[in-house]
């Protein structure tokens, strides 16, 4: 069915592009790629960190599977584009995107639909700390500053997160178990971004939940050897472990699969999303971030999930193609 509704388009596979994540989405291009020829697809390859107006109207592009993953490719700018080009699109739509993709803004909706989320505070470059939820008014903590940031010593116990506001693959990530690691570890995340989330660390297990319209496919428990699952753990073979389903209670596990749901609805997702959460010590999912664009080599965890699901990575493809179009 799918293929009939498509067959007389032709699907440019957008990928690569200028973020911190361009090798990561060259990998999930090339994978959609050879999927799409595999089942006789009109398909081609498109690098976008080439002039990709022109390029989509030289290889007549009337269908776009994007395989891009942070900046621009999924922060809702190259979705506002292929929308006034006409070009029907995979994935969540322009607004959704962007909400995702900023992680202050999407936990705040997170938060007014009364979902779990970890405390966290923002630092801007050149401006003082907002705390989400707002410290008391007689918090402890002074004003410390550092490079061209001032914040205010966050309102809940190390260790914390530091990462990037907006981004991906865990780039720029730290955990800090000591205040003087924080300066270092701001300086880095202010590398990426002009924003900068300081999270409470939720210890515990760190479970994917896949999505795929709006409905959940499964989970993953991710274990890795390193301290997290940062970049390195999730692209260098043998340093995590997967294990489907969660190695946790079945009531829990329904319960990090309908919080996954509504996080994903909150925020107007569409089409295929994975959505990462951590369990605290009384096993209550904490979300961490919706991803709108996952990654999609044959080894990623929403390949994985569906695989577990009786999807194969094939039928996967067509799934999401079928979606965009009838959306």
């Known amino acids: 069915m799918t293929k009939g509704l498509i067959t007389t388009r032709k699907i440019g596979v957008l990928m690569g592009g200028e973020s911190p994540e361009r090798d990561i989405s060259i990998r999930s291009g090339l994978a959609i790629y050879q999927s799409l020829q595999e089942m006789g697809y009109g398909s081609v390859p498109i690098d976008i960190s080439k002039d990709i107006v022109n390029a989509l109207k030289k290889e007549k592009i009337k269908f776009a599977f994007l395989a891009l993953h942070?900046?621009?490719?999924?922060?809702?700018?190259?979705?506002?584009?292929?929308?006034?080009?006409?070009?029907?699109?995979?994935?969540?739509?322009?607004?959704?995107?962007?909400?995702?993709?900023?992680?202050?803004?999407?936990k705040k909706i997170f938060i007014y639909h009364g979902l779990p989320a970890a405390p966290f505070?923002?630092?801007?470059?050149?401006?003082?700390?907002?705390?989400?939820?707002?410290?008391?008014?007689?918090?402890?903590?002074?004003?410390?500053?550092?490079?061209?940031?001032?914040?205010?010593?966050?309102?809940?116990?190390?260790?914390?997160?530091?990462?990037?506001?907006?981004?991906?693959?865990?780039?720029?990530?730290?955990?800090i178990k000591e205040e003087k690691d924080l300066n270092p570890s701001l300086e880095k995340a202010f590398s990426l971004g002009q924003r900068v989330m300081i999270e409470k660390f939720i210890p515990g297990k760190e479970v994917h939940i896949g999505m795929?319209?709006?409905?959940?496919?499964?989970?993953?428990?991710?274990?890795?050897?390193?301290?997290?699952?940062?970049?390195?753990?999730?692209?260098?073979?043998?340093?995590?472990?997967?294990?489907?389903?969660?190695?946790?209670?079945?009531a829990t596990y329904e319960n990090a699969k309908g919080i996954a749901l509504k996080a994903h609805q909150a925020l107007g997702c569409s089409g295929a999303s994975r959505v990462d959460l951590r369990l605290d010590e009384g096993s209550v999912p904490h979300i961490l971030e919706v991803n709108t664009l996952p990654g999609m080599t044959t080894t990623s965890l929403l390949p994985k999930i569906a695989k577990s699901a009786g999807i194969s990575f094939n039928g996967l493809i067509e799934e999401i193609i079928r979606l965009a179009l009838k959306e």
Do not use: C
């Open 70 to 106: 942070g900046g621009i490719g999924e922060n809702g700018a190259m979705q506002g584009m292929l929308e006034v080009l006409g070009i029907p699109y995979t994935g969540s739509g322009l607004l959704a995107s962007a909400l995702a993709m900023d992680k202050e803004v999407s």
């Open 121 to 175: 505070v923002i630092v801007s470059q050149k401006s003082k700390v907002k705390s989400h939820p707002p410290p008391p008014p007689l918090a402890k903590g002074g004003q410390r500053g550092g490079g061209n940031f001032e914040l205010q010593t966050p309102d809940f116990p190390l260790p914390w997160v530091v990462k990037p506001v907006a981004g991906g693959s865990s780039i720029g990530v730290s955990i």
């Open 212 to 250: 795929l319209g709006h409905k959940v496919l499964g989970g993953v428990e991710v274990r890795p050897s390193l301290e997290f699952y940062n970049y390195e753990a999730k692209y260098t073979s043998g340093l995590t472990d997967y294990i489907i389903p969660p190695e946790i209670d079945e």
